[in-house]
């Protein structure tokens, strides 16, 4: 007999291509085994930015590597699960062949849904809250289409290459800066904005992102949840709801069980 799918899983900043080959190879593969378990029940799928270290579609081509990863989710579309791919900072350059190819809808910054009763307000994270003033401007800089056509006229092999470099350095400025974060750090940061998305978005059940690679879950108010999906480069985290909680999990201890 056929299990329903009812479930909604979440997961991000999985940095596909960092800090090398190898390394993303065998994250690959602990991605793949990971949708492979879920593809039963998914009813939808949630990739919360940063899915890749770095990501552009060009007219005519694509980075290549990570096939694997690509063909599960074919395959969990093909079966039915819907999946939703947020532009992170890392792959903010993914535009159409996802859409084309899976049928995944791809969301640009935040995602506001509805499910079973409780209300979700989606987003990678990067720009959200005080402060990275230079970063939220280079962000609208990025975006922008002048500069995406710039960086189209780039030869793949140059225009990749640039952008994988530059990507590893900043990866590896933001790991420095976020390895410093805690659990009291994070609680200070998001409830510093907390209310102004409250204001912007009305009342939601849950806050889930991704960004700042730190997986935690607390509680904001009496109502409301924040989740930190974290990474999959030192972590394995992700998020499951199964119309009544959400959890934060972590696969690697699943799988060793």
């Known amino acids: 007999m056929e299990t329903q799918k009812s479930k909604l899983y979440f997961a991000s900043d999985f940095h596909l291509g960092a800090p090398n080959d190898a390394s993303s190879r065998e994250r690959e593969a602990w991605i793949v085994s990971w949708l492979d378990h879920i593809k039963h029940d998914a009813a939808e799928l949630f990739l919360l930015g940063d899915v890749f270290d770095f990501w552009f579609e060009y007219a005519t081509a694509v980075p290549k590597g990570f096939?694997?990863?690509?063909?599960?989710?074919?395959?969990?579309?093909?079966?039915?699960?819907?999946?939703?791919?947020f532009k992170g900072n890392h792959d903010m350059w993914v535009f159409d062949y996802f859409k084309k190819e899976f049928g995944?809808?791809?969301?640009?910054?935040?995602?506001?849904?509805?499910?079973?009763?409780?209300?979700?307000?989606?987003?990678?994270?990067?720009?959200?809250?005080?402060?990275?003033?230079?970063?939220?401007?280079?962000?609208?800089?990025?975006?922008?289409?002048?500069?995406?056509?710039?960086?189209?006229?780039?030869?793949?092999?140059?225009g990749i290459g640039i952008a994988n470099y530059w990507s590893s350095k900043s990866r590896l400025a933001s790991y420095k800066k976020e390895g410093a974060i805690t659990q009291q750090r994070e609680e200070t940061f998001i409830k510093s904005f907390y209310k102004q998305l409250k204001h912007d978005y009305g009342n939601f059940d849950h806050l889930v992102m991704g960004h700042r690679h730190f997986p935690t879950q607390f509680k904001l108010d009496e109502e409301t949840h924040y989740t930190n999906l974290g990474e999959w480069v030192n972590y394995a985290y992700y998020g499951v709801f199964d119309g009544v909680e959400l959890k934060l999990l972590d696969w690697k201890k699943h799988h060793e069980k």
Request: glycine share 10%; hydrophobic share 40%.
């Open 67 to 85: 096939i694997r990863l690509q063909g599960k989710l074919a395959e969990l579309s093909d079966a039915g699960t819907k999946i939703y791919f």
């Open 104 to 158: 995944m809808q791809i969301i640009s910054d935040e995602l506001f849904i509805e499910r079973q009763g409780k209300k979700f307000l989606l987003h990678h994270g990067d720009g959200l809250g005080p402060g990275d003033v230079s970063y939220k401007l280079l962000k609208k800089i990025f975006r922008s289409k002048f500069c995406q056509w710039l960086f189209a006229r780039l030869h793949p092999n140059l």
